[in-house]
């Protein structure tokens, strides 16, 4: 495989994979990502926020996952339909957009790293000082920008799972992947 194909599949994977293998592969990383935070003790207050709630039981942690698939993808299929030419699979779709929140799990293994711990002990009510004096706290932060790249990779996989899904170009992707992503996220956050 040459360096610009390699490239090209790690941007967008869904030139090679798509509909019930997506599904599953997603769902794995569902699992996975789910499990690993339960273990760290981070939420996904939306798909582009997170960090630590009130409630620590596995099924909110699970439910909190399956909103933020579930919300752009409905967002991305009622876009698809409105604005595609194309005959599309709601499998196809789904199963890429699920699996597009896999490199999640990037985010997810840095937030199980004990310095991480430190950020969740602060409180609104806390002083400056009180907070910068947690143990870890400054290593907790850089830590938490580690994660970034994961973030993107997630935003430009969804992108690109309903670019390849839908069959969409021009302005109707960007509007429909915008509304998706971001309302997606603001939505996200209404229902938690």
């Known amino acids: 495989m040459k360096e610009k194909e390699i490239v090209e599949r790690c941007v967008n994977p869904f030139i090679w994979i798509a509909g019930g293998r997506a599904l599953l592969w997603g769902v794995a990383g569902l699992w996975v990502s789910t499990l690993l935070s339960w273990i760290s003790g981070y939420h996904y207050h939306g798909l582009l926020h997170f960090g630590p709630a009130p409630n620590p039981a596995w099924w909110c942690y699970l439910a909190e996952h399956l909103i933020i698939w579930l919300v752009p993808a409905m967002i991305f299929y009622v876009g698809g339909l409105i604005f595609s030419r194309s005959r599309f699979r709601m499998i196809d779709l789904f199963g890429t957009v699920l699996f597009a929140q896999v490199p999640l799990i990037g985010m997810n293994l840095i937030n199980v790293l004990p310095p991480m711990k ?25 830590l938490s920008l580690f994660g970034f790249p994961f973030l993107v990779a997630t935003i430009v996989w969804m992108f690109n799972a309903l670019k390849v899904s839908c069959n969409l170009k021009g302005g109707k992707l960007w509007t429909v992947a915008l509304v998706g992503i971001i309302g997606g996220d603001v939505l996200c956050r209404l229902l938690y």
């Open 118 to 142: 430190a950020l969740l002990h602060i409180n609104p009510a806390m002083s400056p000082q009180e907070i910068l004096a947690q143990p870890g706290l400054m290593l907790a932060m850089v």
